[in-house]
């Protein structure tokens, strides 16, 4: 009896694992890897799929298949994503985010990767003793010299209350973007004659309380650095900082949406339709020629109608507010 | 079938993890929560050593020595200083966050152009089929290993004072020394396990630890059920089955993800799948009463 019901045990695992119907045909399949659940994100995806669609590809004419997996943060299933995607051996794969991009980056060296939201190889870490990138890797990337432009703003919109501005911000000691950006505007902060006081958040459990430890050094401004922790606890950061009257400065549009005053920097829809736009030049001829990373075009410079009527501060005229 | 290879691939790297877990539940009978934190250190110390182009069996004792470490000072601060053995895990966990960042300066440190354990030697040339017979010679020795400990006199103590501490030490056994030891031990399985899969995805990220007890634990309890449901008292089969569990982990995964549900729900369905796994022994018990 026992033998049957490691047999029928067996079996059932057996039939589980291979009821995988293996009908290939010969539409294009994207594999799109995504590392974690996040609305400000989410519309990169929107962006790739709808420049696709423009260009004629797309689910419902039945000419490319997108096959999403979303891996929520864990990295074992990430991982595992990208092998799956990997051993189908799926026509071009889009990544969406910093540690997608270099997964997948590790995982393939053949099938093209369009990456989107992430930055260049170099700052990834990616490139080897001649300082090239990996010969695989196309879509859209953002190098830092954006944060200047959105940093250096700061200054324009507000007179310190002492002799010397006082910024705060945070970063998020996991992200290698988030770390570089910090790292940047330090120096930048030096030559702008700007006191920047930069807290450590790793888990958006600790943003209440770091906030606050930033508003207790009496801050004339916070940036907020678009990275993971800042996504995902904006709210609690503007509801801190609203209580003490200090703005709140960043160089992406979604948070000047969710209450940040102005941002100058790349919209995240946008970087999307990029990257989608270049998938669908190599899914046209399917040759990678001429196809290479390329920088983020569109960046804009956008506020917040009712953030900047609060804190009484005039916008220049090349902003537009935000929907 | 390669993406199930790439899963078992997966399930062996994590082997070290469940074997650790395994024994920090003998002689704890709780889960040791340093795991999150060991596992990275391994990750981050081979990713440092080998981007400084050391070879990788030099980086292997270096990474066990590491764990080995973190596992002491867990064991260290629970008996000498008498914390909690949770809170002594999470103490070390969250001081050993800023170890690994210092190592590593940065907080994802990619391995390009690097040896790694996965080409040392060329079994086959498929590379997948390679890191298989590798990882499979590499977690044989180190099963071998722990299992041989496990029957000394030194493991069968170790065993027991998870049991009953009070009867062990009324047979003259330091249980202090051996809760050290035995997390020293635990860790540095954690670690190597952090070891390979650092060179198996190719790169550190300082979140990769994240959960990870997680993974160790519920490999140890899929175990623990086939254990109970077959009866198995021996050491040899219950480590056997500690890594079998590690791979089903994997594979509920890979199943998941290979029918392509839809992402909100790949951690519900996830968690069903494990429960129809530890059920169904049990359902069956029901009919033969």
């Not at chain 2, 009070?166 to 020394?177: P, Q």
């Amino acid at each position: 009896m026992k033998t049957l019901k490691y047999l029928l045990l067996f079996f059932t695992l057996v039939i589980i694992c291979s009821c995988k119907s293996n009908t290939k045909n010969n539409i294009p399949v994207i594999g799109f890897v995504d590392a974690f659940e996040d609305a400000s994100i989410a519309p990169a995806r929107t962006g790739f799929i709808d420049a696709l669609k423009k260009n004629g590809f797309s689910d419902e004419q039945k000419n490319i298949k997108i096959e999403y997996r979303n891996a929520q943060g864990s990295i074992p299933t990430l991982t595992q994503i990208v092998n799956y995607f990997v051993s189908e051996k799926v026509d071009l794969m889009a990544t969406c985010t910093t540690l997608s991009s270099i997964t997948t980056l590790q995982k393939t060296k053949t099938i093209p990767v369009f990456v989107m939201v992430a930055p260049t190889a170099k700052l990834m870490n990616m490139e080897d003793a001649n300082g090239k990138g990996p010969a695989n890797m196309f879509g859209t990337t953002e190098d830092l010299n954006y944060i200047d432009t959105s940093f250096s703003n700061i200054p324009k919109f507000l007179k310190p209350k002492s002799a010397k501005l006082v910024v705060g911000m945070i970063y998020n000691q996991s992200e290698p973007q988030s770390v570089d950006a910090k790292k940047r505007i330090e120096s930048l902060a030096d030559k702008l004659n700007i006191t920047l006081i930069a807290l450590p958040l790793n888990s958006s459990a600790d943003a209440q309380l770091v906030t606050q430890s930033l508003l207790s050094r009496n801050i004339d401004a916070f940036f907020a650095n678009p990275d993971n922790s800042v996504f995902s606890s904006f709210e609690t950061i503007l509801k801190n900082c609203d209580q003490k009257n200090v703005p709140i400065f960043t160089s992406e549009a979604g948070l000047v949406q969710r209450g940040a005053v102005a941002a100058f920097g790349a919209d995240i829809y946008q970087w999307g339709y990029q990257a989608g736009e270049k998938a669908a030049q190599y899914l046209k001829n399917h040759s990678t020629s001429g196809l290479q990373p390329e920088m983020v075009k569109v960046r804009k410079r956008v506020y917040n109608v009712a953030a900047a009527k609060k804190y009484n501060i005039t916008v220049p005229s090349n902003f537009e507010p935000v929907k | 079938m390669d993406f199930y290879l790439t899963a078992l691939l997966q399930g062996l790297c994590f082997s070290g993890v469940a074997l650790g877990i395994y024994i920090s539940m003998k002689i704890f009978n709780i889960p040791d929560i340093t795991t999150d934190g060991s596992y990275t250190l391994g990750a981050a110390v081979t990713a440092v050593m080998l981007t400084h182009h050391q070879p990788t069996y030099v980086a292997l004792p270096v990474v066990t020595i590491a764990g080995a470490a973190a596992g002491a000072l867990t064991g260290l601060i629970h008996t000498k200083l008498k914390i909690n053995a949770l809170l002594a895990g999470i103490l070390v966990m969250t001081a050993l966050y800023s170890v690994y960042l210092a190592l590593m300066g940065r907080s994802n440190l990619p391995l390009i152009n690097v040896s790694s354990l996965f080409n040392v030697v060329n079994i086959s040339t498929d590379p997948n089929y390679n890191t298989f017979w590798i990882l499979l010679i590499f977690v044989t020795i180190i099963t071998t290993c722990i299992g041989y400990l496990l029957k000394t006199d030194f493991g069968l103590a170790m065993r027991a004072t998870g049991n009953s501490e009070t009867m062990i030490r009324s047979l003259g056994v330091n249980t202090d020394r051996m809760k050290i030891t035995g997390l020293a031990l635990a860790n540095a399985l954690t670690a190597i396990s952090g070891y390979l899969i650092c060179q198996q995805q190719g790169f550190t990220d300082i979140s990769m630890g994240i959960g990870i007890v997680i993974i160790g634990l519920g490999s140890v309890i899929i175990a623990e059920t086939f254990i109970n449901w077959l009866r198995i008292a021996s050491v040899w089969p219950s480590l056997l089955l500690v890594l079998g569990g590690a791979i089903i982990f994997q594979f509920v995964l890979a199943i998941t993800l290979d029918i392509g549900v839809d992402p909100i729900f790949l951690k519900a369905v996830t968690a069903v799948f494990v429960l129809l796994i530890v059920s169904l022994p049990r359902l069956s018990f029901r009919n033969k009463a």
